[in-house]
T-cell receptor, first 116, second 117 residues
Framework: SQTIHQWPATLVQPVGSPLSLECTVEGTSNPNLYWYRQAAGRGLQLLFYSVGIGQISSEVPQNLSASRPQDRQFILSSKKLLLSDSGFYLC???????????????FGPGTRLTVT | AQKVTQAQTEISVVEKEDVTLDCVYETRDTTYYLFWYKQPPSGELVFLIRRNSFDEQNEISGRYSWNFQKSTSSFNFTITASQVVDSAVYFCALSELSSGSARQLTFGSGTQLTVLP
C-alpha cells in the first residue's frame, strides 16, 4: 500500500531564516506530487505541483520554491521566511490522470509552520 | 475559471440528526471530477469520494450519501444519524480534464461540522 510522509511535523522559525520541508511517498511510482498551504481560516491553496523529476509548476508567486530531486521526493524551500509564510503545509500525491480518468489525491500528515 | 463554493461556513447539529453539506461548482469543462475530503482536528485530509461528470448516479456508503446534480452544478453530501466522530471540516473539490495529467484540485473554503453529544 502507499504511504506518504512529511517532516518535520511542527516547526518554529524566525523571520528571515531558511526553510526546508520534505515529503516522500512509498509504494507507488511516477506519481503526481503537490504542495498546499492552509492558513488559519481553513482555505487550501495549491502552491506547487510536479508531474515528474525536475518538473515543477508554480501556482502562486511567492518566496517559496519546490524541487523534486527523486521520483518520490518533493521538497518545499525558502531562502528567507516571512511572517505570512506561517501555516499548515500539506503534501499530496496522486496517480496521473490519463485519458478521461482522474484520481483522488492522498494527503500527508502535514507540517505546522510558525514564523516568529 | 473553475470555482467551488461551500456557502455553509459552520454547521452545528445534535448527535443522531441528519445533516447536509452543500457544494456548488463552476466549470467550463464538459468532463470534470468532484471530490469530498474530511479534515479532522488532527489536520490530515481524508479522501471520501470521487465522482466523474459523466456519472450522475448518487452514491451511498454507510451513513454517508452524495447527491450529484449537473443541472444545478451541485454535489451535496449528507450524513445520516450523525455522530460526534463526524465533527470535522469537510471540503468539496473540483478537477478538470483540461488541467492535463496533473489534475489539479480546486477546493472550496470548507464547512466546519460540529456534532454535539
Amino acid at each position: 500500500s502507499q504511504t506518504i510522509h512529511q517532516w518535520p511535523a511542527t516547526l518554529v522559525q524566525p523571520v528571515g531564516s531558511p526553510l526546508s520541508l520534505e515529503c516522500t511517498v512509498e509504494g507507488t511510482s511516477n506519481p503526481n506530487l503537490y504542495w498546499y498551504r492552509q492558513a488559519a481560516g481553513r482555505g487550501l491553496q495549491l502552491l506547487f505541483y510536479s508531474v515528474g523529476i525536475g518538473q515543477i509548476s508554480s501556482e502562486v508567486p511567492q518566496n517559496l520554491s519546490a524541487s523534486r530531486p527523486q521520483d518520490r521526493q518533493f521538497i518545499l524551500s525558502s531562502k528567507k521566511l516571512l511572517l505570512s509564510d506561517s501555516g499548515f503545509y500539506l503534501c499530496a500525491w496522486s496517480v496521473k490522470g490519463q485519458g478521461v480518468g482522474s484520481y483522488e489525491q492522498y494527503f500527508g500528515p502535514g507540517t505546522r509552520l510558525t514564523v516568529t | 475559471a473553475q470555482k467551488v463554493t461551500q456557502a455553509q461556513t459552520e454547521i452545528s447539529v445534535v448527535e443522531k440528526e441528519d445533516v447536509t453539506l452543500d457544494c456548488v461548482y463552476e466549470t467550463r469543462d464538459t468532463t470534470y471530477y468532484l471530490f469530498w475530503y474530511k479534515q479532522p482536528p488532527s489536520g490530515e485530509l481524508v479522501f471520501l469520494i470521487r465522482r466523474n461528470s459523466f456519472d450522475e448516479q448518487n452514491e451511498i456508503s454507510g451513513r454517508y450519501s452524495w447527491n450529484f446534480q449537473k443541472s444545478t452544478s451541485s454535489f451535496n453530501f449528507t450524513i445520516t444519524a450523525s455522530q460526534v466522530v463526524d465533527s470535522a471540516v469537510y471540503f468539496c473539490a473540483l478537477s478538470e480534464l483540461s488541467s492535463g495529467s496533473a489534475r489539479q484540485l480546486t477546493f472550496g473554503s470548507g464547512t466546519q461540522l460540529t456534532v454535539l453529544p
